[in-house]
């Protein structure tokens, strides 16, 4: 079992920058790899961003791509994501996610865990 728990979300204006984290505890997390999603309001879960358990490999949705770096310090069980330029389409609720699972790690069904999610709000 591995719990996780995002922070670090919440209101800026459009080109600003956040910093959210997801801290896990539990057996289990380092082995894994840990992706963030976004949802949107009406719409589906987003997929925004992956590392892999040894930070080997990372990958990017293509509306984050340049703007959003995923990293993991894996002393302190945490992944964070640095979002910069912000944009009012970054409006969503940003959760974390673990998984084990071979195969598109874009796909929010590869992954076992999640946490609660946090609110990002971006202002126009």
């Known amino acids: 079992q591995v719990q996780l728990v995002e922070s670090g979300g919440g209101l800026v204006q459009a080109g600003g920058s956040l910093r959210l984290s997801c801290a896990a505890s539990?057996?289990?997390?380092?082995?894994?790899?840990v992706g963030w999603f976004r949802q949107a309001p009406g719409k589906e879960r987003e997929f925004v961003a992956v590392?892999?358990?040894?930070?080997?490999?990372?990958d990017y949705g293509d509306s984050v791509k340049g703007r959003f770096t995923i990293s993991r310090d894996s002393a302190k069980n945490t992944v964070y994501l640095q979002m910069n330029s912000l944009k009012p389409d970054d409006t969503g609720v940003y959760y974390c996610?673990?998984?084990?699972?071979?195969?598109?790690?874009?796909?929010?069904?590869?992954?076992?865990?999640w946490g609660q999610g946090t609110q990002v709000t971006v202002s126009s």
């Open positions: 996610a673990v998984g084990t699972q071979s195969g598109v790690l874009s796909h929010w069904a590869r992954y076992d865990y």
């Open positions: 539990g057996r289990g997390f380092s082995s894994a790899y």
């Open positions: 590392i892999m358990k040894d930070s080997s490999w990372i």
